[in-house]
Every structure is written in C-alpha cells, then in structure tokens.
C-alpha cells in the first residue's frame, strides 16, 4: 500500500474523539488507514453522528 499514490482517500470511523482523533476496531485495519492516508494528497473521514464523542479502548 505504501508504494502507492492516492489523490482522494475516503476513511470511515468507528470512534471519532476531539483530543484522541479517529479510531477503527482492529489494528490491522488502523494500521492499512495510516499508510493510505499518508500517501494521500486530500482525505476526507466519514462518520455519522453516532460515533462522536467516542473511544475504541
């Protein structure tokens, strides 16, 4: 995944926190979203209201 570029980069949450930022369940899922994201010139993270407020422990 590194070794790609992405111009747009679309991420869904399971937990968002103003402090902690966004979270998934998984590791392995988390760790795919950092390196798209870091290879990503704009990302956009999609979330409904339900997951505001929250942290993945």
């Not at 937990?15 to 956009?44: H, I, L, M, P, Q």
């Given at each position: 995944?590194?070794?790609?570029?992405?111009?747009?980069?679309?991420?869904?949450?399971?937990?968002?926190d103003?402090?902690f930022?966004?979270?998934?369940?998984?590791?392995?899922?988390?760790?795919?979203?950092?390196?798209?994201?870091a290879?990503?010139?704009?990302?956009?993270?999609?979330?409904?209201?339900?997951?505001?407020?929250?942290?993945?422990s």
């Amino acid at each position: 995944m590194s070794r790609f570029h992405y111009d747009k980069a679309f991420f869904g949450a399971s937990a968002v926190d103003a402090s902690f930022g966004a979270s998934a369940t998984r590791e392995s899922e988390a760790a795919v979203k950092r390196c798209v994201y870091a290879n990503a010139e704009e990302s956009y993270l999609l979330a409904d209201h339900t997951k505001f407020g929250k942290k993945i422990s």
